[in-house]
């Protein structure tokens, strides 16, 4: 891995224009992915992390939009890049892989025709060519018997094995960035861990930069290199996976941290951290976390907490930053983490 960002969100604001107010989804979200790396991308439901990948790669809904910052792939802004280059980055250069396997692939075609297509047209070959690329990456994620299935429909095929086919098509463009949007959420737990398996094995044998965006705090200390915590629509703390499970500095990823069920039986409930989310219309003043914040005092109300960097690449935007001593011990999360072994 060199150490050069091969995307870099500077300053980021996207809002969505609705009939009760504008959505301040993403306000001023600055991170930034290596070649190479994969980066994790964590916060809880509606913090703005797919918000974040489809103002990456331009695909809003018709009420979004991007109104100020910059987004930078290899040395280029994709904000000012015309529609028909844009298109010409996705897929190619910039692959994404959904949560939900059967929205991203059509269910009245076969796989060689959803997959034959976009291969030829991207790498520039002939149709007989990309059907030896499909099969040969879809032998490559574990299907089987990959060049008679391969003619195959997509209801026969199980989530799990859907999701293996989309990330045999993504991969097959030969991207170099990858951004996987909770890409096992939808499947069952023992099948979770298999698939996230292959996106990890294909990210290092690949030397892919990746997004990996995720509710799973395991998953993070499994997959990823750096890690960028969300909080209703800002990214609240950043570092490398490690110092920050050693030493989190945020109160909001402390929470995180906390919210881990720590029993076995309890695996299976979701994280929960007291208190709500925040409505992005009409956001909380300050520190968006502050409704929430046990150490929250009068200036976290009223002032948006600056971003202090120290150590290696760390950023923490907390007022209160300085005072506080959260220690959690990797193993102990670890521990608590849901697909410990698994992954
Ligand atoms: N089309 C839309 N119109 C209005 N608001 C939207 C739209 N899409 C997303 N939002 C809002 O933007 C915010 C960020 O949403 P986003 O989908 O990025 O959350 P997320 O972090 O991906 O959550 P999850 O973990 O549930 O997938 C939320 O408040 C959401 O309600
Ligand atoms: S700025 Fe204040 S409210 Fe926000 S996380 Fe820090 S202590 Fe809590
Ligand atoms: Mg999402």
């Known amino acids: 891995m060199t150490e050069k960002p091969i995307l870099e969100l500077k ?14 989804a993403l306000d001023g979200v600055s991170f930034d992915v290596m070649k190479g790396e994969p980066v994790g991308v964590v916060g809880e439901s509606g913090c703005g992390k797919t918000v974040t990948a489809h103002s990456t790669l331009r695909i809003l809904p018709k009420n979004g939009k991007t109104v100020s910052g910059d987004i930078i792939y290899k040395g280029v802004n994709l904000l000012d890049l015309p529609d028909l280059q844009m298109r010409k ?7 994404m892989i959904f949560q939900d396997p059967m929205t991203s692939l059509n269910p009245i075609f076969k796989i060689s025709d959803q997959m034959t297509e976009v291969i030829a047209l991207h790498r520039r070959c002939s149709k007989k060519e990309a059907l030896e690329i499909a099969i040969e990456s879809l032998d490559q994620v574990g299907i089987s018997e990959a060049e008679t299935r391969i003619t195959d429909y997509p209801h026969q095929f199980s989530g799990g094995m859907r999701q293996r086919i989309l990330i045999a098509r993504a991969l097959a463009l030969q991207p170099s960035l990858l951004i996987a949007d909770e890409p096992t959420t939808a499947l069952d737990v023992t099948i979770q861990a298999q698939v996230l398996g292959i996106i990890k094995d294909m990210q290092q044998k690949l030397g892919l930069g990746m997004m990996l965006i995720t509710h799973n705090l395991g998953v993070v200390a499994e997959i990823t290199k750096r890690v960028h915590i969300f909080y209703g629509g800002r990214v609240v703390e950043s570092g490398y ?5 050693v030493n989190p500095k945020h109160p909001y990823t402390y929470a995180l941290f906390e919210s881990i069920p720590s029993l076995e039986a309890d695996k299976t409930r979701l994280m929960t951290i007291p208190g ?17 914040c046990k150490y929250a ?37 670890l521990d608590r983490a849901a697909v410990k072994e698994e992954v």
Do not use: Q, W
């Open 89 to 95: 980055i996705r897929g190619k250069e910039i692959a």
């Open 276 to 292: 709500n989310v925040p409505r992005l219309i009409n956001p909380p003043k300050g520190c968006r976390f502050h409704p929430r």
């Open 297 to 333: 005092t009068e200036i976290c109300s009223r002032m948006r907490p600056p971003e202090h960097k120290f150590g290696r690449g760390r950023r923490v935007a907390c007022h209160h930053f300085e005072e506080l001593d959260l220690h959690v011990g990797k193993e102990a999360i």
């Open 11 to 24: 300053d980021v604001y996207t809002y969505f224009y609705t009939e009760s107010g504008i959505v301040e």
């Open 241 to 245: 996976t490690e110092d920050i499970f």
